[in-house]
Every structure is written in structure tokens, then in C-alpha cells.
């Protein structure tokens, strides 16, 4: 009976002092002016995971009563700060910290001055007295959580860990909102890119994100404009279409990818007394080229090739400048045929057919592709 009223007092100290690390962050966090508050909301979060994860690595709790330790912090924070502080997001927060600690880990040895060997972040950060110090010490790293907590928060649910850092990375440098970078994800962006890469390229994605560096870089398969609210199943032209796209131009250019540059829709050239007319033109100013895009609502045919290579053609010999490189083509269309491609244009052609869905795809079904895919890798 002494040894469990003993350990009863033991545990309500425990809890009392989670509790007042915690809360003495948050109010250090309240009190730091800085320039972006989502920046220092997931700073003060990592560091709440932190302080979870090493009060449960200091062997003082079982996994069950863990749980009640952090209801009892959870009701306290709630009480004192408002919401945002339930046991769920402590939850991720601990979450968060065990998934990135490294990064700044990393970091805090890299900075050092004296190049002393690598210590892990607990041990680095013992050396400041006070959360107050610590949070500080981590503002210093803010540079490398660059996205909003609600955005880390999705971003945890992805269990691919190359998907997850290709993600990030792609959110950041295109200032996606969480509601852009949800759609993103759900259009299997990361798997409609790796499936036109080698796996060189593949792990080139999870390291750097989209480098556009070569006319193939731009390209996906399939192309998604779920965004237009077209009904795949109802009838409509390719001037419902392309007056659609026009309508949602913004969309559009955010899933064509990165360097585009609307310039003209229905872009008409003459070439002996004959008018012809480019459904869409681009210019990519990362490639310095520019973007044909052609729309068929049928299935490719040969005859749409031969256009296409025409348009591209007149480009290159009468609208690009000297120091502009090689137009490049791109049909959208409902099923391209990689056959009819290949005997149709020449080696070394820069016109690329691809379908267009109207709708978002199976990511279950375009994984299984890419794993498919790289085990030809392999093979070959």
C-alpha cells in the first residue's frame, strides 16, 4: 500500500513537470516576435515533441500510463491556452519530432563553430538552460520548416518518405496553400512525374523536387483537369474544352508545372495564303522555349501528329529567336498510343502525347505502375 501511494506522488510530479516545460514554451513562444507566425507555431511544436519524446525515453512511464500523462498536460494546456492543445495534437507533435528531429539535429551540428563532432539534438539542446533558450536557439533554424503546421500535419500522414519529402519541397517553392497541396497529392503528382523518370530521376524527385532542366522534365502522364468540372461521361468539343481551361487559366498552369507563361489562345500563322490556328501557346522561361499544347477529345491518330509537328516546325524556323531553344509539342488528348508515336515522328522529336483526364486517378493504380516500372528498371 506505502509503495503504490509512493509512486502515485512520483507520477503527479511527473505530470507537474511535463506540464510546466511545456507550458513555460508556449510562453515563450507567445512572448518571441517574428515575422511569420505559422514558422514559430511549428518551431514551438517540434520542441513540445521533443520535450514528449524525451520525457518518455527517460524511462519514467509505461506506454499506458503515457497515455494518461498526456490527458492530464492535455486538459492543463487546453485550460490555460485555449485550444489546440489536445491529446491528438500532442500526439503529432511527438509525431512530427521523431519524423524530422534529424533535419535539425543536423543543423544545430553544422552550425557549429568548431566543427566538434556530431551530437544529437537532445544533447545540443541540454546546453541552453531554459525552453525559452532552447526556442530561440530553434528559431534560429526556422529556415528549415518553411511550410504551416496544418501543412506538416498532412504531410505526416504520407508514409512514402520520398513522396513525403518531394512534397514538401514542391510546396515550398511554389507557395502551394494546404488546400493546393492536398490537391496535388490526391492527383498523384509525385507518381504521374516518376513514371516519366529513370529511378536516377526518381530519387532526383525526393531530393530536389521538379528541376526543369530538359524538355522531358516537363512532362506528365496523365495530365489532371479535374479542376474544370467537365463530367468525363457528357458531351462536349474541343472548344468546350479549351474555353474551360481558358476559364481556370490559373489552374491550368499550376498543373502544367513550373516556368509557365500564358501567351495566346488560338494563335493563328499563315503559311502560303493557308491560316492555321495553335489551340494554346506557352512559353516555359526555365527551358527558354516555347509550349504548344493541341486538345483532341478522341483518341490519338497519326493525322494529329503530323500537325502538331507542323506547328512546332514553323516555330522553330519563324517565331523562336536564335538564343531560344527547340519548340516543344504537347497533344492532350483521351488515349495516347505510344506505337502511333513512334513510327510517326522522328528520332529525337520534341512532341510528346498525353492523355487528359477529367477526373482524379486511382493512386492505388498509378503506384502499382511505378512500382512496375521500376522493377523494368531493374530488369534492364
Not at 483537369?225 to 474551360?244: M, P, R, V
Amino acid at each position: 500500500m506505502k509503495k503504490q501511494i509512493k509512486s502515485a506522488k512520483r507520477n503527479t510530479f511527473d505530470d507537474a513537470a511535463l506540464f510546466r516545460e511545456i507550458r513555460e514554451l508556449i510562453l515563450s513562444a507567445r512572448k518571441t516576435v517574428i515575422r511569420n507566425v505559422d514558422t514559430i507555431q511549428v518551431i514551438t511544436n517540434f520542441e513540445i515533441g521533443r520535450g514528449i519524446v524525451k520525457y518518455e525515453q527517460g524511462g519514467k512511464t509505461r506506454a499506458e500510463y503515457g497515455e494518461k500523462i498526456l490527458t492530464g498536460v492535455s486538459q492543463k494546456l487546453t485550460q490555460e491556452f485555449g485550444r489546440g492543445f489536445s491529446k491528438t495534437n500532442l500526439k503529432l507533435m511527438r509525431q512530427f519530432f521523431l519524423m524530422y528531429g534529424n533535419r535539425i539535429g543536423q543543423t544545430l551540428s553544422d552550425q557549429s563553430a568548431n566543427n566538434q563532432k556530431s551530437q544529437t539534438v537532445s544533447d545540443q539542446l541540454q546546453k541552453t538552460r531554459t525552453p525559452s533558450a532552447q526556442l530561440v536557439k530553434a528559431e534560429s533554424l526556422s529556415r528549415k520548416f518553411t511550410l504551416s503546421w496544418s501543412q506538416y500535419v498532412f504531410l505526416i500522414g504520407i508514409d512514402n518518405k520520398p513522396e513525403r519529402n518531394f512534397y514538401e519541397i514542391e510546396a515550398a517553392e511554389q507557395n502551394w496553400s494546404l488546400r493546393e497541396l492536398k490537391r496535388q497529392f490526391n492527383s498523384s503528382l509525385y507518381e504521374r512525374l516518376a513514371l516519366s523518370r529513370d529511378k536516377k530521376g526518381i530519387k532526383k524527385l525526393s531530393l530536389k523536387g521538379q528541376i526543369i532542366e530538359q524538355p522531358h522534365d516537363l512532362i506528365k502522364n496523365p495530365y489532371v483537369l479535374e479542376f474544370l468540372g467537365l463530367d468525363e461521361n457528357a458531351k462536349y468539343s474541343e472548344s468546350d474544352l479549351e474555353t474551360a481551361i481558358i476559364d481556370k487559366l490559373e489552374h491550368f498552369l499550376l498543373e502544367l508545372g513550373k516556368g509557365f507563361l500564358f501567351e495566346a489562345r488560338q494563335k493563328r500563322f499563315t503559311f502560303e495564303e493557308d491560316h492555321f490556328f495553335v489551340d494554346l501557346v506557352f512559353y516555359n522561361r526555365l527551358l527558354g522555349c516555347y509550349v504548344l499544347i493541341d486538345l483532341k477529345i478522341g483518341d490519338l491518330t497519326h493525322q494529329d501528329l503530323g500537325q502538331m509537328q507542323m506547328y512546332v516546325n514553323y516555330f522553330d524556323r519563324y517565331v523562336k529567336r536564335e538564343n531560344e531553344h527547340s519548340t516543344i509539342g504537347i497533344i492532350l488528348c483521351r488515349k495516347s498510343r505510344e506505337a502511333i508515336v513512334e513510327i510517326t515522328l522522328p528520332k529525337g522529336h520534341n512532341i510528346h502525347a498525353k492523355e487528359c483526364r477529367l477526373y482524379l486517378p486511382s493512386k492505388e493504380e498509378l503506384k502499382r505502375k511505378l512500382l512496375d516500372w521500376t522493377k523494368d528498371q531493374d530488369v534492364s
